[in-house]
């Protein structure tokens, strides 16, 4: 599987936990430290579009109508399913270039990661494709120093190699593959 093919996996189990989310959880704490639900999901909605852009294949608007959210899942499958976004130098806006596959393992690695972090906060079950979060671990591998010197991850969590690559993936970003929230 190519890389272009591996955010259309990756974002349906973060929409079935969107849609599993419940008006009372909306202030539930979060495995991303600074943001509790509700402050997770605007997050997914203010970064969706400079991510879409970056992909050169899209203007970074979502179609009108429905959940906000998920029109803009849909909008970054749909710019980052093209072979030629995952091509060369692109920008998130700023006046740096950064390698293209960068910036789309960063697209899919924002719809896993959080993802997660919103099935965890609110108690439901989600996983994702074993190609897609082998790809997922490498890259975040690859990138997660700069990550934390960026602010973007916490410190390294370890997690012992003989664990599921989700755990292990999670853990460079900062977060505890056990975490609950709070009772």
Excluded at 77 to 92: C, F, K, L, N, R
Excluded at 94 to 110: K, S, V
Excluded at 165 to 176: K, S
């Amino acid at each position: 599987m190519r890389e272009h093919e591996l955010i259309a996996l990756a974002a349906p189990p973060t929409v079935a936990v969107l849609r599993g989310i419940r008006p009372d959880q909306l202030t539930a704490p979060t495995p991303c430290t600074e943001y509790d639900v509700r402050g997770l999901i605007d997050h997914l909605v203010h970064w969706g579009p400079s991510l879409a852009r970056a992909s050169r294949q899209s203007d970074g608007e979502p179609r009108p109508g429905g959940d906000p959210v998920e029109r803009q899942l849909e909008m970054l499958v749909e710019a980052w399913s093209v072979p030629d976004a995952w091509q060369g130098m692109t920008t998130m806006g700023g006046p740096h270039e950064l390698p293209a596959r960068m910036i789309g393992a960063m697209a899919i690695g924002e719809v896993v990661v959080h993802g997660w972090d919103l099935a965890r906060a609110t108690g439901q079950p989600v996983s994702w494709d074993e190609t897609l979060l082998d790809f997922l671990y490498e890259e975040v591998a690859k990138t997660a120093e700069l990550g934390r010197e960026m602010q973007a991850y916490g410190e390294e969590v370890p997690v012992p190699r003989t664990a599921p690559v989700l755990d292990r993936m999670l853990g460079l970003t900062g977060r505890d593959p056990h975490w609950t929230p709070r009772q």
